[in-house]
């Protein structure tokens, strides 16, 4: 069964930093692109950042090119999101996804919340 | 961006009635190989998103066949055939053919 299990959410102050993870079982991790995407309280969904198998290519939403990095540990079938000067937007639920095309797959997703 | 555009924005329906949600792309969805990466969610009230559909009309893994999916170019359509109490929730949209990748805004559906 596939699993995707996301860490790392919380309160931070704007600018401020936050590096969350996601963790892969059920599937041959290292096969697949791999996807975040998030969801402001009681708003819509929105695709943030993908990244190919070997890392070497990665995709980001403008919002957040500059700001955050996407990466991931084939080893430790883990996905990774650094998040650098955050701000207030940017406060959402993340979700690990799958293949970024389909989105077959998701995390329960975790709470990142900025504000003083 | 491709803008994706859903409609209605809430649809109440009786139980055991039909709907249907519409999804329209600012540009064609086809890609290059031929396929059109146009899915479908579920997001149930405090669940994750769940796919429904993937490339316009592949219902996935234990979906009923009471949901389908159709369309083509640019004009897209969830239909379900018959409404039940589970199916409550939002439905989105989203095409996987242009980076970025977007979302439609979803629509909201409720038992009336």
């Known amino acids: 069964e596939v699993q995707l299990v996301e860490s790392g959410g919380g309160l931070v102050q704007p600018g401020g930093s936050l590096s969350l993870s996601c963790a892969a079982s059920?599937?041959?991790?290292?096969?697949?692109?791999m996807s975040w995407v998030r969801q402001a309280p009681g708003r819509g969904l929105e695709w943030v950042a993908s990244?190919?198998?070997?890392?070497?290519?990665?995709r980001y939403m403008d919002s957040v090119k500059g700001r955050f990095t996407i990466s991931r540990d084939n080893a430790k079938n883990s996905l990774f999101l650094q998040m650098n000067s955050l701000r207030a937007e940017d406060t959402a639920v993340y979700y690990c996804?799958?293949?970024?095309?389909?989105?077959?797959?998701w995390g329960q997703g975790t709470l990142v919340t900025v504000s003083s | 961006d491709v803008v994706m555009t859903q409609s209605p924005l809430s649809l109440p329906v009786a139980l055991g009635q039909p709907a249907s949600i519409s999804c329209r792309s600012s540009?064609?969805?086809?890609?290059?190989?031929?396929?059109?990466?146009l899915t479908w969610f579920q997001q149930r009230p405090g669940q994750s998103p769940r796919r429904l559909i993937f490339?316009?009309?592949n219902r996935d893994s234990g979906v009923p066949d009471r949901f389908s999916g159709s369309g083509s170019g640019t004009d897209f359509t969830l239909q379900i055939s018959r409404v039940e109490s589970e199916d409550v929730g939002v439905y989105y949209c989203m095409q996987g053919t242009h980076w970025p990748f977007t979302f439609g805004g979803g629509t909201k559906v409720e038992i009336k």
């Open positions: 540009q064609s969805l086809v890609y290059s190989d031929g396929n059109t990466y």
């Open positions: 059920g599937f041959t991790f290292s096969s697949y692109w």
């Open positions: 490339r316009v009309s």
């Open positions: 996804g799958g293949e970024p095309r389909t989105l077959g797959y």
């Open positions: 990244i190919n198998r070997d890392g070497s290519d990665k």
